[in-house]
């Protein structure tokens, strides 16, 4: 069973388009959203994260939504660039410990120049 | 400062052999865990290690998965008697203990394993 679920699975915009990647949850437990950027043949890397008591969190060009009674949250990227071209995955953390950190199946971003 | 390291990058085997994969967590990291990455799919969660403590072998798929971790830092998985099933990469991620707050993993390379 997913405990996040993601879309889009792919994403093709235009260098400076805003793309949207979005994901949604069912645990009322979780309590900690962070979002990892993967470039190919790299790990995942902690890109931007939120908790569930704001509904937005920016830096950079990269924002997140976050409507906490709908239990979605969204990855906004601003002015898009073919170097944001990557696999972005949303993630959702109860607790601490062992098997708290839970993921989407990814989103590969495609940013044409 | 040094990341957190996996070898081989790279690992072709062909079925029903054993393979070992190795991860260096970030020096001074007591967590370790490790997940796997299939295509499409996002991260599945293997095993956690927290200091001295008894693992977490929760997420391991069967029991020809097994992990070790010697002197508290280089973790070592292996499979044995490997199927075409095992075949994605394998992904290790350290962090520090964290008594208050978050503790964020640092997710390593990966290793890609393909058993032909």
């Known amino acids: 069973q997913q405990q996040v679920k993601q879309s889009p699975q792919s994403l093709i915009v235009q260098k400076g388009g805003i793309p949207i990647i979005n994901c949604a949850y069912e645990?009322?437990?979780?309590?900690?959203f962070p979002w990892y950027q993967q470039f190919p043949g790299k790990g995942p890397a902690l890109l931007i994260a939120i908790r569930p008591d704001v509904s937005e969190k920016k830096e950079g060009r990269f924002t997140i939504s976050f409507n906490k009674s709908a239990k979605q949250f969204s990855l906004h990227i601003m002015d898009s660039q073919p170097g944001d071209s990557a696999t972005y995955f949303c993630a959702a953390r109860k607790g601490t410990g062992a098997n708290n950190l839970f993921f989407g199946t990814g989103t590969r971003l495609t940013v044409i120049p | 400062g040094a990341g957190v390291s996996q070898s081989p990058s790279n690992k072709v085997t062909e079925k029903g052999k054993d393979v070992e994969l190795r991860c260096d967590p970030i020096s001074g990291h007591t967590a370790l865990y490790w997940y796997r990455q299939s295509l499409g799919q996002g991260l599945e969660f293997l095993i956690y290690f927290q200091g001295n403590s008894a693992p977490d072998k929760s997420g391991l798929p069967s029991d020809r998965f097994s992990a070790e971790r010697t002197g508290g830092s280089v973790s070592t998985l292996t499979i044995q008697r490997t199927q075409q099933e095992d075949s994605a990469v394998y992904l290790c991620a350290s962090s520090s203990s964290g008594l208050l707050g978050v503790v964020e993993q640092y997710f390593g390379p990966g290793t890609r394993l393909t058993v032909t």
């Open positions: 645990n009322t437990a979780f309590d900690y």
